[in-house]
């Protein structure tokens, strides 16, 4: 796991009331996750165990987000002065899954990388499912609403820049792309909104271009006498 990254600092101590678009955007992202793992599952039982780029693309957003969980929910719950010793609990329940979660992604790194037995490597991408939408389902049903209670408003905004980690246009469009693959068409404009106007821009002129090399490629397929598609 990389470094955590760094947060801004607090700007207001009052708790604030979950936007709309914050617990969107959290959805959005477990969404994505689920679907990559999905895939890779699928993979896993179909195709030799090689690394391949969804694999790393869904384990760098995995990263991502655990690190955003552990620099911003945990110390919340940990900090704030809550009835009972409930979100102690919740805290270290978290970590508990986290660590299950990492061991279970170097794991299946491994298999894919040759550096563990490749003939397990479905064994455990299973595992890693079951243990990652365990933990995107306790987040959302117990850590959400309790942090909700006592998390202030700029404790939302460092957990909003950590789950764009890294910041910037580039990443930005890279990360929109990500959440609204295979997204109906009305959830993903819902998506687009919680971006800023540059990253909305800069995603629309890749998606632009994508779709005209796509027609410019079929069209040279067309036209072509081979049969096997090397045009594209």
Request: charged share 25%; aromatic share 4%.
């Amino acid at each position: 796991m990389r470094p955590t990254p760094q947060l801004a600092r607090p700007r207001d101590d009052v708790p604030a009331h979950r936007p709309n678009s914050d617990l969107l955007l959290i959805r959005a992202v477990h969404d994505a996750l689920r679907r990559d793992l999905h895939r890779l599952v699928i993979r896993s039982l179909t195709c030799p165990p090689v690394v391949s780029p969804g694999w790393n693309r869904f384990l760098r957003h995995l990263t991502t987000t655990l690190d955003a969980d552990a620099a911003v929910l945990w110390p919340v719950l940990r900090k704030r002065q809550l009835p009972g010793p409930h979100h102690e609990l919740v805290a270290a329940e978290m970590e508990r899954r986290r660590r299950r979660i990492t061991l279970l992604a170097a794991t299946v790194d491994d298999c894919l990388t040759g550096r563990g037995p490749a003939s397990r490597t479905a064994e455990y991408m299973a595992d890693l499912d079951t243990a990652l939408t365990g933990y995107l389902d306790y987040e959302q049903a117990v850590v959400l609403p309790l942090a909700a209670n006592v998390i202030t408003a700029g404790e939302w905004a460092d957990l909003d820049a950590a789950q764009r980690h890294p910041l910037g246009v580039t990443s930005g469009v890279a990360l929109c792309a990500w959440l609204i693959d295979d997204m109906p068409p009305d959830r993903q404009q819902a998506i687009r909104k919680l971006f800023p106007p540059a990253v909305r821009l800069a995603h629309r002129w890749v998606g632009d271009r994508h779709r005209r090399r796509t027609r410019l490629a079929g069209l040279r397929y067309a036209s072509s006498d081979v049969p096997d598609g090397s045009m594209l």
